[in-house]
Nanobody
Framework: QRRLEERGGGSVHTGGSMRLSCAAS????????AGWFRQAPGKEREFVAN?????????FYADAVKGRFTISRDNAENTIYLLMNELKPEDTAAYYC??????????????????WGQGTQVTVSS
């Protein structure tokens, strides 16, 4: 069974940091473009960041998180990470891991994602 499992959500104050992880089982994540989306209550799911498959390793970020968030992967652990610094209340959302099996380095879109995690809540309080 192919699955993505997120960990690391929780609550933090403005300006704090948090690291999310997404571990894959049943699929070799290094061959996938993988990344993160988020969804706040009453809003649509939005792109946050993704990293291309390991042969490319390009990274892409939403403007709202550029310079504050860093995406990375550990192929030995079959895991990707999202390090979030300088967190703001507007970063509060459920964060979802996503993967698309594609040879291209490009920004993930919900339409093309093949696998989703169950989501983990991140809450940033002022």
């Amino acid at each position: 069974q192919r699955r993505l499992e997120e960990r690391g959500g929780g609550s933090v104050h403005t300006g704090g940091s948090m690291r999310l992880s997404c571990a894959a089982s049943g699929l070799t994540l290094s061959t996938y473009a993988a990344g993160w989306f988020r969804q706040a209550p009453g809003k649509e799911r939005e792109f946050v960041a993704n990293i291309a498959h390991s042969g490319d390793a390009s990274t892409f970020y939403a403007d709202a998180v550029k310079g504050r968030f860093t995406i990375s992967r550990d192929n030995a652990e079959n895991t990707i990470y999202l390090l979030m610094n300088e967190l703001k209340p507007e970063d509060t959302a459920a964060y979802y891991c996503a993967a698309e099996q594609t040879p291209y380095g490009h920004v993930l879109t919900p339409h093309n994602v093949g696998y989703w995690g169950q989501g983990t809540q991140v809450t940033v309080s002022s």
